[in-house]
């Protein structure tokens, strides 16, 4: 079973913490000295065993700790904002999601709130542990120090960018000012992107190249995320040298040469954690008495009424748009169809759509890239090594939802009661680590870099690399002997013009990390270019819902590329302090 073990970052920080300071306390005579409920004592903390458990307790907030909505993996806010996907379900369960999906984001929304509030507790952790340091124990080395606060920034710099790339710019809060302290007067008027630098930079520059914990940020990962900081501030020669120096020589906290899993199933399977192409994963394990420390933010994502027969049983959340399924469609030579007519006539996909999982179904039989079926289950094809995807048997409303499931970080049928947790209301809990950077988006960022201001010729290396990965036939979705759809990949032979590489690597980052949380901030970024594919994305969609899923959906320049500011936070500070973002109210 895969459980927290000497070379995991431990998770369920705590009850361990707690148990230490008891046994602290229990072996001196002032055991009966009991202090003041919720209050450590700053002694115990100040030491290297305090000041690792407060780290760990910021660790222990990256993937939300229960709260959905703060996950690094973005299923609503990058994933679904994006057109990866939609809510899936039944439209009035969790329909506060209902109109991030439509873009219709309200001040009020607690799943916006739920997210600012949750990058927020990582950043208090974060300097917590930042505070603690300045009165450290004399016997904690300066190394050890050091080594602390580089991961502690590591950690914070995180929580900032998912608040930047989220809302804007918010307050900023560091280590030199806590509750009583001034906190409250704190406004959103400073740029972050200095701050998250800073931080980073910093990571960079103390963070050892391995750890003797795999779930430890390393110093690649460090280079890795500032890099991408870089690509969001279109800093594309500083992200570039980060990027040369990452692909030669950068390695995972275990010390394995970044490289890409040979076959694309397998980076997503729980079995082959901490592989080459991690380069930062939250750790998460099963058994361990709270499903907290497994992969928890997926609880809804699988597919519905399953029984013993297929993963989670519950509750059919986060289903695979048409026009993403369609997106994997592939012409005679094996290339993306990059003008957009993957979404016109034959070439859009055969569904089952409207029909039952027992009536005649006629599978499509087009081009298609191989990993649409280790990304989207569609009827008929093996999902993982449960059983063919039924359809709608699995699928709770398809007149909301669509006919497809997703499919990525779901469980195997081997996995369960190993790999998978049985301890909650759901199966749905899982060990597999969610890999928050992986070096598969490393290179194909590295290749954007180099289209601005690099050499296409070497942008094309790496895009090929990640499409010749694709193209392993030993990965390929199998039905018996023979692939389970007509799988036609191949590299390409050039990018033509600066323009045309651009639409290359922006589709295949499309393909590549789809469901991963990235498609709505890659689209953001890309500025005029995103907004006409997101409004593409949106003509195409809106009709394809007999439940009206999308009615009324529109995307509107300088107001929805940022959520709003969450109400509660303005009423409890003061409109003068936290300013709205535009679009959303007063501000």
């Not at 394995?256 to 079995?271: E, N, R």
């Not at 399953?306 to 048409?322: E, I, K, L, R, V």
């Not at 049928?413 to 998978?420: A, E, F, V, W, Y």
């Not at 498609?519 to 953001?524: G, I, N, S, V």
Request: with cysteine; hydrophobic share 40%.
């Amino acid at each position: 079973m895969k459980r927290i073990m000497k070379n995991k970052i431990r998770i369920g920080v705590i009850g361990s913490f707690m148990a230490f300071i008891f046994l602290m306390y229990s072996c001196k005579d002032d055991f009966l000295v009991v202090p003041v409920t919720g209050q450590l004592d700053s002694k115990i903390l100040a030491g290297k065993l305090g000041l690792d458990a407060a780290l760990i307790a910021a660790y222990s907030q990256v993937n939300g700790r229960g709260n959905r909505m703060a996950s690094p993996s973005n299923w609503v806010w990058g994933s679904i904002r994006g057109g990866d996907a939609n809510k899936g379900t039944d439209p009035g369960d969790f329909s506060d999601i209902n109109p991030i999906q439509r873009y219709e984001a309200l001040p009020t929304q607690g799943v916006i709130n739920d997210k600012y509030n949750g990058n927020y507790e990582l950043v208090a952790r974060t300097n917590a542990v930042l505070r603690l340091l300045l009165t450290a124990d004399p016997a904690v080395t300066t190394a050890d120090k050091t080594a602390i606060e580089a991961q502690a920034k590591f950690l914070r710099g995180h929580a900032y960018f998912e608040l930047k790339r989220g809302f804007g710019d918010t307050p900023y809060i560091d280590e030199t000012i806590d509750v009583g302290g001034g906190i409250e007067k704190v406004k959103n008027d400073q740029d972050l992107w200095p701050k998250i630098e800073a931080d980073f930079q910093f990571a960079v520059a103390n963070l050892p190249e391995t750890q003797g914990q795999v779930g430890r940020v390393n110093k690649s990962a460090a280079k890795a995320y500032l890099a991408k900081v870089y690509m969001y501030q279109n800093k594309f020669a500083p992200a570039k040298a980060l990027f040369d120096d990452i692909i030669a020589n950068g390695k995972t906290s275990n010390g394995k040469k970044y490289g890409l899993v040979p076959k694309y199933a397998d980076i997503f399977k729980a079995s082959n954690d901490n592989h080459e192409e991690s380069v930062w994963a939250y750790q998460a394990a099963a058994g361990t008495g709270s499903v907290n420390n497994a992969n928890p933010e997926f609880d809804l994502n699988w597919p519905y009424n399953t029984g013993a027969d297929g993963p989670g049983n519950c509750c059919s959340f986060f289903q695979p748009t048409f026009e993403m399924a369609n997106s994997f469609r592939t012409d005679a030579s094996g290339l993306p169809l990059l003008d957009g007519s993957y979404n016109v006539g034959a070439n859009q996909l055969v569904t089952d759509m409207g029909k039952e999982s027992t009536d005649a179904f006629t599978p499509d039989a087009g081009n298609l890239d191989p990993r649409i079926d280790h990304s989207i289950g569609r009827r008929g094809i093996p999902y993982l090594d449960w059983q063919k995807f039924p359809g709608k048997a699995w699928i709770r409303n398809q007149p909301n939802a669509g006919p497809y499931q997703t499919k990525k970080y779901a469980y195997y049928k081997s996995d369960k009661g190993s790999l998978q947790d049985n301890s909650s209301w759901t199966p749905g809990y899982t060990a597999i680590n969610y890999t928050i950077i992986r070096f598969a988006d490393v290179l194909l960022m590295a290749a954007e870099a180099e289209i601005e201001v690099g050499s296409l010729a070497t942008a094309l290396g790496y895009i090929n690399q990640v499409r010749n990965r694709a193209a392993n036939a030993a990965g390929f979705v199998m039905d018996g002997a023979v692939p389970a759809a007509n799988y036609v990949i191949a590299p390409y032979a050039t990018l033509g013009t600066q323009a045309n590489a651009r639409a290359i690597v922006r589709m295949e980052r499309k393909l590549e990390l789809s469901g991963e949380g990235h498609r709505f901030y890659d689209l953001m970024r890309w500025g005029a270019d995103g907004k006409t594919l997101i409004r593409a994305y949106i003509a195409y969609e809106k009709d394809k819902y007999p439940s009206g899923a999308y009615t009324g959906i529109s995307f509107t320049d300088n107001q929805d590329e940022l959520l709003p500011i969450p109400q509660n936070q303005i009423d409890l500070l003061g409109a003068d302090i936290l300013k709205q973002n535009p679009g959303f109210g007063a501000n």
